[in-house]
């Protein structure tokens, strides 16, 4: 099941695309569809994180659920803010996370939803499902009339093996984006990450957070326009 729109708002990172919106170390962004808008991961500041949500004219009660793709602060440290703004979201995590987080989540009176293996979010939104690597993590997946739309929070896993487990469960990944954990890897190391990137026919890429300038340089090098040097503010549709 594929979805008519898909528009996804970077609305926290450490790189800056919008000068109206305030950077910081982490990533997040807001997956809207004809079916509702989901937050995926929620950065490192709730303060930041409402204050962009703000600039870009979105409201913490027209977010439907919270993903978060795995336990490290820079990803999960604007969720409190956002909760006590609204706590009225499905909050999806994998089932790894410590159980005094998932205690916290209930308290607020969210909905908490632990995740193992893959999953529908949203018509056409699903999950890789929690996969195994230094930190474990899921990433999610849209499915569009080009092919599916891969969004990282780190990559911790390895992006090549996501996105081979997610051309596995939902076919061709048109465009991935996100961290690519991919920051201090050596320029060889980094070069066959590309390759492998061409190899699997990704079509587009949005390098961001933790991808590194020696990453997106490269990306950039190898795609040309199809390279979006993603950051706060970018707006994909």
Same mark, same amino acid.
């Given at each position: 099941?594929?979805?008519?729109?898909?528009? #996804?708002? %970077?609305?926290?990172?450490?790189?800056?695309?919008? !000068?109206?919106?305030? *950077?910081?170390?982490?990533?997040?962004?807001?997956?809207?569809?004809? &079916?509702?808008? +989901?937050?995926?991961? *929620?950065?490192?500041?709730?303060?930041?994180?409402?204050?962009?949500?703000?600039?870009?004219?979105?409201? !913490?009660?027209? +977010? $439907?659920?919270?993903?978060?793709?795995?336990?490290?602060?820079?990803?999960?440290?604007?969720?409190? $803010?956002? @909760?006590? &703004?609204?706590? $009225?979201?499905?909050?999806? @995590?994998?089932?790894?996370? !410590?159980?005094?987080?998932?205690?916290?989540?209930?308290?607020?009176?969210?909905?908490? *939803?632990?995740?193992? &293996?893959?999953?529908? #979010?949203?018509?056409?939104?699903?999950?890789? =499902?929690?996969?195994?690597?230094?930190?474990?993590?899921?990433?999610?997946? /849209?499915?569009?009339?080009?092919?599916?739309?891969? +969004?990282?929070?780190?990559?911790? !896993?390895?992006?090549?093996?996501?996105?081979?487990?997610?051309?596995?469960?939902?076919?061709?990944?048109?465009?991935?984006?996100?961290?690519?954990? @991919?920051?201090? &890897?050596?320029?060889?190391?980094?070069?066959? %990450?590309?390759? *492998?990137?061409?190899?699997?026919? #990704?079509?587009?890429? /949005?390098?961001?957070? /933790?991808? =590194? $300038?020696?990453?997106?340089?490269?990306?950039?090098?190898?795609?040309?326009?199809? /390279?979006?040097?993603?950051?706060?503010?970018? %707006? #994909?549709?």
């Amino acid at each position: 099941m594929q979805m008519s729109t898909l528009k #996804i708002t %970077i609305v926290f990172d450490n790189y800056s695309f919008s !000068p109206k919106l305030k *950077t910081g170390f982490g990533f997040a962004c807001v997956v809207q569809t004809g &079916e509702g808008r +989901i937050l995926f991961d *929620t950065g490192s500041d709730g303060e930041v994180l409402l204050s962009n949500l703000a600039n870009v004219n979105l409201k !913490p009660q027209e +977010i $439907d659920s919270v993903v978060l793709s795995h336990n490290h602060w820079d990803h999960t440290g604007g969720l409190n $803010d956002f @909760l006590r &703004e609204n706590s $009225d979201v499905n909050v999806y @995590l994998p089932v790894s996370f !410590p159980d005094d987080f998932k205690t916290d989540v209930k308290r607020t009176g969210a909905r908490l *939803t632990e995740v193992n &293996e893959s999953r529908i #979010i949203s018509k056409g939104v699903y999950s890789t =499902g929690e996969m195994q690597g230094i930190v474990n993590e899921q990433s999610l997946i /849209c499915k569009t009339e080009d092919g599916s739309v891969v +969004i990282t929070g780190c990559a911790h !896993p390895g992006i090549t093996r996501i996105l081979k487990r997610a051309e596995a469960l939902y076919g061709h990944v048109f465009l991935t984006m996100g961290g690519f954990h @991919l920051r201090g &890897e050596k320029l060889s190391s980094l070069q066959r %990450i590309v390759e *492998t990137f061409k190899e699997l026919g #990704i079509t587009r890429v /949005c390098p961001s957070h /933790c991808s =590194g $300038d020696n990453a997106r340089s490269l990306f950039k090098k190898a795609y040309g326009d199809n /390279c979006i040097m993603g950051g706060v503010g970018s %707006i #994909i549709s």
